[in-house]
T-cell receptor, first 116, second 110 residues
Framework: DAGVIQSPRHEVTEMGQEVTLRCKPI?????LFWYRQTMMRGLELLIY????????DSGMPEDRFSAKMPNASFSTLKIQPSEPRDSAVYFC??????????????FGEGSRLTVL | KQEVTQIPAALSVPEGENLVLNCSFT??????LQWFRQDPGKGLTSLLL?????REQTSGRLNASLDKSSGRSTLYIAASQPGDSATYLC?????????FGAGTTVTVRA
């Protein structure tokens, strides 16, 4: 299996621009997580999907952030408008799980976002 | 809420020495525990997943133990090599969420 695939790997943009990050989870996995990692705050869970349905978006910092999962093999995280404090590495991770259980979690390589 | 702590934050050892990395968690009602490795600029790589019914899990030079009653897990890396230099994170579940420790950054000196 190719693992979790994220794109782009690096994104440099200017404040106010729209950013879209993409994720392809491992085939057969039904749980998908978006995380953000910074030196100051470590790994933060942004949103969790189970069977393509957003279950928990309490970690999404503001209305500027939105995420979708139109099908089992694709998810996007969008930031509009972007701000310098959004600069971080964004990870997508997938597993097989239920509403109360998460199996072994596999991460993508991440998308490093820099907002100038 | 599940709180995960990893001590020490950093560790430096000479090549060949065995590594012992500690992880503690506050809620012992876990169904599994996972150890990850993260290299600089990379994603997290799953090393070992221990189910709650297991006390140990082994993969090559890596061995992870789990003691739910004391809220502790330990990752042992035998005969360390410079290529083992990385940050190691443990994660314990809280419902469907994983709570991550801050990690232990390991440097193996040649």
């Amino acid at each position: 299996d190719a693992g979790v695939i994220q794109s782009p790997r690096h994104e440099v943009t200017e404040m106010g621009q729209e950013v879209t990050l993409r994720c392809k989870p491992i085939s057969g996995h039904n749980s998908l997580f978006w995380y953000r990692q910074t030196m100051m705050r470590g790994l933060e869970l942004l949103i969790y999907f189970n069977n393509n349905v957003p279950i928990d978006d309490s970690g999404m910092p503001e209305d500027r952030f939105s995420a979708k999962m139109p099908n089992a093999s694709f998810s996007t995280l969008k930031i509009q408008p972007s701000e310098p404090r959004d600069s971080a590495v964004y990870f997508c991770a997938s597993s097989f799980g239920t509403s109360g259980y998460t199996g072994e979690l596999f991460f993508g390589e991440g998308s490093r976002l820099t907002v100038l | 809420k599940q709180e995960v702590t990893q001590i020490p934050a950093a560790l430096s050892v000479p090549e060949g020495e065995n590594l012992v990395l500690n992880c503690s968690f506050t809620d012992s009602a876990i169904y599994n525990l996972q150890w990850f490795r993260q290299d600089p600029g990379k994603g997290l790589t799953s090393l070992l997943l221990i189910q709650s019914s297991q006390r140990e899990q082994t993969s090559g030079r890596l061995n992870a133990s789990l003691d739910k009653s004391s809220g502790r897990s330990t990752l042992y890396i035998a005969a360390s090599q410079p290529g083992d230099s990385a940050t190691y994170l443990c994660a314990a579940p809280n419902d469907y969420k994983l709570s991550f420790g801050a990690g232990t950054t390991v440097t193996v000196r040649a």
